[in-house]
Each structure stands twice: as C-alpha cells, then as structure tokens.
C-alpha cells in the first residue's frame, strides 16, 4: 500500500520559508511607507512603528537579516551542487519552457491536457527565481543607500540615485508579485482553497501529489511516467469517489 | 572533440548536461549512470554547470511574463481573425476539374 502522503520540504527548508515569510513582510510594513509617505495609510504605519527614525532602523535590521540568510541559502545551494549529490531540481530546463505555453494555451482553451509535473513545476521556479534575482538587487542597493557616503567614495555618485530607484520600485514589485501571484497559488486556487499547508507541515497528501507533481510520485514509487490522459483520468476518478 | 554519451550509460562522477533538454546532471564521487531522458549527454567542467544554473533561471524569469503576453495577444488576434476566415469564399474548383 502507498504511503497516505509524501514529504516534500525538509524542516530547513520549512524554517527558511517561515524566516523569509515574516523578514518581507516586515520589510514592505516599513519600507512601502516610505515610498507612499504622503498616504494616510502611510502616516497610520509610521505612528504604528514609532516615528520615521525607528522604522527606518527596523527596516534596515530586516534587510540585514535578509542578507545573511541570502549569503546561507547561495553557500548551502552552491555547497550542495559542488557535493555532486543534489539534484539540480530548481534550475529550469527546456520542459519548463513548453509546459508554461502548454498551460496557458490550456488555459485559453486550446489545449486538451494541462503538462504533467515534475517536483517542481514552472510556476515554483519562476517564483524562485524570482525571489534570487529580488533579493540580489534589493540587498545590493539597500547597502548602497545604507552606506552612501562609502560607495561614493569608491564608485560614481550617480549610483545612489539609481539605486534608489531600483530599490524603491523593486520593491514595489516583489509586494505585488508576492500579493497577487503567491496569495493565488498558495491560498486563493481552488486546488488549495483556503491554505496551502505543505510549506509549514512539509507534507502533500498522495492524491494531491498524484494530481500536481504526477512524474515525480511516478519515479518514487517506481512506475513507469503516466501519460497525459491517464493522469487526466486518474484525477477525474478520484475527484469522483471524493464527490462519492 | 565533445563525446556524447546515452542516457542510461553509466559514467564517472561529474556534471553531465543534456543540449536537447537543457538538464544538468551531477553524478557523485564513485559513477553512477545517467538519467533516461530524449537526447544525448555531455560532460561539462564544473564552472560551466554552475554558470549555466543563473542563466537558465534568469533567462525563464525574462522569458515567462514574455510568453504570458504574447499568448494571451496571438489567442486574442485568432478569435478576431475567425469569422472572417469561416466567410472566405472556398478555393474555386481546378480548372477542369
């Protein structure tokens, strides 16, 4: 018989999600206000933090701390790719490419069959990605704005304007994608509805697996990969005797 | 010059990279054999695999939103386009036929 779920995130993983999780937040907490400094909502969170003076400490302390678990998770992810024993899971391939116009040309409507998933689909390594390329321009320019009157020693001046610019609107960004694309995947998709909790317990039930990462479940238990329209039906079967 | 290798060949330990799937493979210390999968492999020193891990990543970071548009615009351009292709005339008949 088949285990009634599968772990897919390790306690390490969990802890560093966990630790990201409350570092952005508390980062847009501090830092949109500034940004936005003239909104009323704006003025509610300065009073709330103290003043402009301490919420900008408490911001910069937030990004130091995300710039060491950065440097961890870059020299643990480096370690483990020179130990030649990791798979290179997250690094997206060519199928990643095909599967995101096959689920979006699904989604318009003209394709039968949604790709079949590996352990992680196109979705969570542009999201990945996503957040390594973030984090290396956020804390990049943060230091600069943090340490202007040392880059400008070293380097032109015309960087920390810049910098500011790319910090500030960067930020932005990574709030909307975080609010709009991450909220949906994690809370608001009807697969999911109302919280996705395999980030925090580590474990996704054996159908939910079947249904969304359908190669990988293959592999573990040793089967040959479904097809499309096995997966397709296998889900439909269960979704029935779920009705049932 | 490069030697390919099949998958399934059991190889020496290293990085292994598949030009038809853009996979990276790392085989540890001891050998181990390569993954099934279409294509052929070859080994690369290690400084090309790590290299290659941002640019693929970064690359799909570009690539996906670009698509996203480009989709959804090419399925709006073909819903327009479909009445009229269903009121073209059909092709007249072959010349004595």
Not at chain 1, 68 to 90: C, E, P, Q
Not at chain 2, 38 to 57: D, F, N, Q, S, Y
Request: aromatic letters at 12%; one cysteine or more; charged letters at 15%.
């Amino acid at each position: 018989m088949s285990a009634p779920y599968i772990v897919r995130f390790s306690l390490k993983q969990r802890v560093e999600h966990l630790l990201t999780m409350v570092i952005f937040a508390l980062l847009c907490l501090t830092g949109l206000p500034q940004k936005f400094f003239t909104a009323g909502w704006a003025q509610t969170l300065v009073h709330l933090f103290g003043g402009f003076d301490s919420m900008r400490w408490i911001h910069r302390g937030c990004g130091i701390l995300l710039a060491l678990s950065t440097v961890l998770h870059f020299s643990t992810a480096i370690t483990g790719m020179l130990s030649r024993k990791v798979a290179f899971s997250m690094v997206p391939t060519r199928k990643d490419f095909r599967d995101l116009v096959q689920q979006l040309r699904y989604y318009l409507g003209s394709e039968p069959h949604q790709p079949l998933y590996d352990r992680f689909t196109y979705k969570e390594k542009f999201e990945y990605w996503g957040l390594v390329a973030g984090n290396v321009i956020m804390v990049g320019t943060g230091l600069v704005l943090f340490f202007p009157v040392i880059v400008a020693r070293l380097l032109p001046g015309q960087l920390i304007p810049v910098a500011k610019v790319a910090h500030s609107n960067e930020g932005l960004m990574a709030f909307l994608v975080i609010t709009l694309w991450h909220i949906f995947n994690a809370h608001l998709s009807p697969d999911v509805f109302p919280f996705d909790t395999a980030m925090f317990t580590g474990k996704v039930s054996r159908e939910r697996y079947a249904h969304e990462h359908p190669l990988e479940l293959a592999r573990l238990e040793g089967r040959p990969p479904p097809t499309p329209g096995e997966a397709h039906d296998a889900h439909q079967d269960e979704a029935d005797q779920g009705v049932a | 010059m490069a030697t390919y290798l099949e998958s399934g060949a059991a190889v020496d330990s290293g990085y292994y990279l598949n030009p038809t799937t853009w996979a990276i493979e790392p085989v540890p210390a001891g050998g181990g054999r390569l993954p099934a999968a279409e294509g052929r492999w070859l080994k690369v020193p290690m400084i090309v695999a790590l290299g290659l891990t941002p640019v693929l990543g970064l690359t799909f970071l570009m690539f996906l939103p670009m698509a996203g548009f480009v989709l959804f615009f090419l399925h709006l351009a073909g819903l327009v386009a479909r009445p009229f292709r269903k009121a073209a005339p059909s092709p007249a008949p072959p010349p004595g036929g």
